[in-house]
């Protein structure tokens, strides 16, 4: 199995701060990584495709880079509607996984 | 625009198979190259991949689960399935259902439609 590992699995940030969790895969992946955000009670949102491509609807201010084992999601300006659980998940193998979650809650 | 629901028993008893299904509506799910998936999550727990399934009879599945799951695609009913056996208190969790699309060649597949989520219990 290939284990994701994401960082920090929890912060706090005030609105309009500069949010960035990292996400790093047990081998590589290429850029075979999605970004998803769960609101409480929600199904879970896909947000980023193979790494750094915006899903149809996603706001800019969400962003996706990395290859290889590292990769990192940012919100350039933190919003109200964005606090929220961000997994990313890997489909680089046929059996994919997830990592364990960075919940963003307000400070 | 492509939407998907659960469906199932609440309530599995120790050892029974917990059964679901997931109805399809505004696509064929048998068009094109999309697998058909189902993940679930325990109570404040994150997120867990079961498996996923081909309409042509492929499928893959979580090692850890690989014993004990099905996942098969009815394509006469638009629908597809879960059926995980011997279930424990450790399968009580929220199951979602999702449709697995090829986003791009640098990606791959991609989870971008989810069901609501249902919540299975399991106890006597």
């Known amino acids: 199995d290939i284990q994701m590992t994401q960082s920090p699995s929890s912060l706090s940030a005030s609105v309009g701060d500069r949010v960035t969790i990292t996400c790093r895969a047990s081998q590589s992946i290429s850029t075979y990584l999605h970004w998803y955000q769960q609101k409480p009670g929600k199904a879970p949102k896909l947000l980023i495709y193979?790494?750094?491509s915006l899903q149809s609807g996603v706001p800019s201010r969400f962003s996706g880079r990395g290859s290889g084992t590292d990769f990192t999601l940012t919100i350039s300006s933190l919003q109200p509607e964005d606090f929220a659980t961000y997994y990313c998940?890997?489909?680089?193998?046929?059996?994919?996984?997830f990592g364990q979650g960075t919940k963003v809650e307000i400070k | 625009q492509v939407q998907l629901q659960e469906s199932g028993p609440g309530l599995v008893k120790p050892s029974q198979t917990l059964s679901l299904t997931c109805s399809v509506s505004?696509?064929?799910?048998?068009?094109?190259?999309?697998?058909w998936s189902w993940i679930r999550q325990p109570a404040g727990k994150g997120l867990e991949w079961i498996g996923r399934?081909?309409?042509?009879?492929?499928?893959n599945y979580n090692p850890s689960l690989k014993s004990r799951v099905t996942i098969s695609v009815d394509s006469s009913k638009n629908q597809f399935s879960l059926n995980l056996r011997s279930v424990t208190a450790a399968d009580t969790a929220v199951y979602y259902c999702a449709r697995v699309k090829f986003l791009t060649v640098a990606g791959g597949y991609g989870m971008d439609v989810w069901g609501q989520g249902t919540t299975v219990t399991v106890s006597s």
């Open positions: 399934a081909h309409p042509s009879g492929s499928a």
């Open positions: 998940q890997q489909s680089y193998s046929s059996s994919c996984t």
């Open positions: 505004g696509d064929s799910i048998s068009s094109g190259s999309d697998y």
């Open positions: 193979a790494a750094s």
